[in-house]
């Protein structure tokens, strides 16, 4: 491990040596290339200059003790040595788990999609506060959502809504969200009182961008058609709504939420590339299956992963055992005790699949 942080240090300082030369801000791409290898390795060179400092520091401790006689001062350097050896073994894990292999999706941005599952119009509701409790999130990290196609049920509810979140690292935080999310509650239309169980089914797929997946048109057909639904003045009037049917998968994108045409196709088109890139990565994933069985579910969607218990106020997450007793703070976007959890154990498995 050390060998190759050894290697790493040297490579931080030749990037930031690159950096820093005349220029290098000429060819962007090759700067961009440059700043996003610097931002990777900063957190590891950190954490090792920090590991190597506390090594030198008992290294001076336990010759202090060697060296000095005063009482006051020998308590010094003990305190000193302890502090050093307990902070040694936290870097020591820290640095494993930067070290573990990064997940080349990451740093992308995330398309989701929610769709109603068992519980007819309580699913649907349920899906839209889903879908409110992502777009909460987002906007505490500040990131950006951006709807791309929304099929309502009439009462407030969504049978099915497709969302992009643009935002460093979206990725990294929201994979472990694919899943089936359930809801336990009194429907308001249910005048017994008895709790309904309803499920709402969750897909994040990392944006793919061109390179990744390249699209043959003879592949595609597209049509165009006049948009439905709630809306403003172009509903109904402009051809503004896109099909795209994708021969080879069956795949069937439709775009509609924005007033021009072209802007639907390209968020079709958006759609219809990320949808291809998670088969691609399915595929993959399911070929490495003992790799898979090692992680926090990232990818099944028959997985219920999660139960929103409303009489209890409480939330399960059952891939970790984890309990929250803080339901409407949840659903309003507090989502980051669960994922840190989530990303917590995911560490952990990985860590000690590489050490077996």
Known sequence: MFDRLDDLLVRYEEVMGELAEPGAADDQQRFRRLMKEQSDLAPIVEAYNEYKKCKQNIDDSLAMLEEESDEEMRELAKEELNESRKRVEELEQELKILLLPKDPNDDKNV???????????????FAAEIYRMYVHYADSRHWKTELISLNENGIGGFKECVFMITGQGAY???????????????PETESGGRIHTSTVTVAIMPEAEEVDIVIDEKDIRIDVMRASGNGGQCVNTTD????????PTGIVIYSQTEKS????????????????YDLELEKQQASEAEARRSQIGTGDRSEKIRTYNFPQGRVTDHRIKL???????????DL?????????????AKLAKMED
């Open 261 to 276: 045409q072209l802007q639907n196709k390209e968020k079709a088109f958006r759609l219809l590339r990320s949808k291809l």
């Open 111 to 125: 398309i989701v999609e929610i769709r109603a599952g068992a519980g007819g119009d309580e699913a649907a509701l």
């Open 240 to 247: 503004s709504a896109v099909r795209l049917t994708h021969f």
């Open 336 to 348: 980051d005790e669960i994922i840190d959890s989530l990303i917590a154990a995911d560490q952990t």
């Open 323 to 333: 309990t929250l007793h803080k339901l409407d703070s949840i659903l309003n976007g």
């Open 172 to 186: 990294s935080r929201l994979k472990y969200e694919s899943g089936v999310h359930r809801v336990q509650r009194v």
